[in-house]
Nanobody, 123 residues
Framework: QVQLVESGGGLVQAGEPLRLSCAASERTFSSYCMGWFRQAPGKEREFVAAISWSGGNTYYANSVKGRFTISKDNAKNTVYLHMNSLKPDDTAVYSC????????????????WGQGTQVTVSS
């Protein structure tokens, strides 16, 4: 069983950066594709970014491409989401996810989920 714990959310002003972290309990963290989804109030959950188990492949939603960067540290069992040039539209609960499969485009249905962390961007 993979357990995921997010941290790093908070309130920031538009244009400021923020980094989210997701720590995984599973010792085979390096075998999983890891990623992030977000859900804004009244909206459906949407894919944000993912990174393959090797770190060699990364995937991004068009809405964050060029602003967000996903990375992972296998030694720390941690995946990061570096968010730059944040906009009020980025306000959402961000959830970490993991799966043995990788996304196909923005379609990804991970088996494992964290509880989520709130990110609020003020204008």
């Amino acid at each position: 069983q993979v357990q995921l714990v997010e941290s790093g959310g908070g309130l920031v002003q538009a244009g400021e950066p923020l980094r989210l972290s997701c720590a995984a309990s599973e010792r085979t963290f390096s075998s999983y594709c890891m990623g992030w989804f977000r859900q804004a109030p009244g909206k459906e959950r949407e894919f944000v970014a993912a990174i393959s188990w090797s770190g060699g492949n990364t995937y991004y939603a068009n809405s964050v491409k060029g602003r967000f960067t996903i990375s992972k540290d296998n030694a720390k069992n941690t995946v990061y989401l570096h968010m730059n040039s944040l906009k009020p539209d980025d306000t959402a609960v961000y959830s970490c996810a993991a799966d043995l499969s990788e996304p196909h485009g923005s379609s990804w249905y991970p088996d494992y989920w964290g509880q989520g962390t709130q990110v609020t961007v003020s204008s």
